[in-house]
């Protein structure tokens, strides 16, 4: 049994684990895998990507998913009284939650796996999704240099920790006060994209558009970057705040279909998750 809380946590090689197991379930491997098992979810309204994913892959793995609000984990019960009693009954924890630290306590009295499905400072499913379908298409997705435009946030500090475990190079584009530690930062997104490979987004709150005005990604930008680069915007992405209409509409967004591993990557890391 392992959990899933942080990229950090985890050697490449068992990040490597997990695409083999995708390419597996591509291949029509393990049909039935949660066949007799429940797995309880912990998702807001909101969500949407995520949520459909999970849902979905626990129904083609044969499970069984149990759904909850995430804030069912905010009453006065304490976590580690929740586990207790959840462990009778549930075979995988799946939770979206803001407060990571409530995910790791969760971990420390579950007997069975934890996987975080988005936090206020990470979402290691997607971006682990995104890396997996970049490696589809790139000779080498650790050899490209990556650029993220956004404030430091769950999905820039996500990318910031696949860095680390992966080894490839990150550099941010932001408006001032607005940056993550420890990594290369560019202000102004002309200068941040040139010798760039994939760039990738996040939206922004209202009341920082205007402070990002010199960090919109356009097709004119993205002209400036390496040769093939790609754009890699986070869904939900707003068509004239972090990224222009015609760059969404142009072939360096990577498109719909690039989310689509996003369904197999998550089988996977609950496979991987349960197996040993």
């Known amino acids: 049994m392992k959990h899933f809380i942080r990229l950090t946590d985890l050697q490449s090689s068992k990040l490597y684990e997990i695409f083999h197991i995708a390419d597996e379930i591509n291949n029509g491997k393990y049909s ?17 990507r995520t949520r459909v994913t999970f849902e979905k892959g626990i129904h083609l793995l044969g499970g069984h998913p149990i759904l909850f609000p995430t804030e ?28 990571i630290h409530l995910m790791e306590l969760l971990a420390q009295y579950s007997k069975v796996p934890v996987i975080n499905a988005m936090t206020d400072i990470n979402h290691p499913c997607e971006i682990l999704s995104d890396l997996y379908a970049l490696s589809k298409i790139r000779t080498d997705f650790t050899k490209d240099k990556y650029l993220f435009c956004g404030k430091s946030g769950n999905i820039g500090l996500a990318w910031k920790e696949a860095s680390q475990v992966m080894g490839f190079e990150l550099s941010q584009c932001c408006a001032a006060g607005y940056e993550m530690a420890n990594v ?50 986070c869904p939900p992405f707003y068509r004239g705040e972090e990224v222009s209409d015609d760059v969404i509409n142009s072939d360096y967004f990577a498109g719909y279909d690039f989310k689509k591993s996003l369904l197999v990557v998550q089988q996977a890391v609950m496979i991987w998750c349960m197996v040993g």
């Not at 984990?73 to 407060?99: F, M, P, Q, S, T």
């Open 32 to 48: 039935g895998f949660l066949n007799g098992k429940s797995v309880t979810l912990f998702f807001p309204a909101s969500s949407i």
């Open 72 to 99: 069912s984990l905010d009453k006065k019960e304490a976590i580690r009284d929740v586990c207790g009693y959840l462990n009778n009954w549930v075979d995988l924890l799946i939770v979206r939650h803001k407060d």
């Open 184 to 233: 290369t930062i560019y202000h102004d997104i002309k200068t941040a994209v040139r010798g760039k490979d994939i760039i990738c987004t996040d939206s922004l709150p209202a009341d920082a558009l205007n402070d990002f005005k010199n960090c919109q990604v356009t097709k004119e930008v993205m002209d400036l970057a390496n040769k093939n680069a790609i754009l890699n915007p």
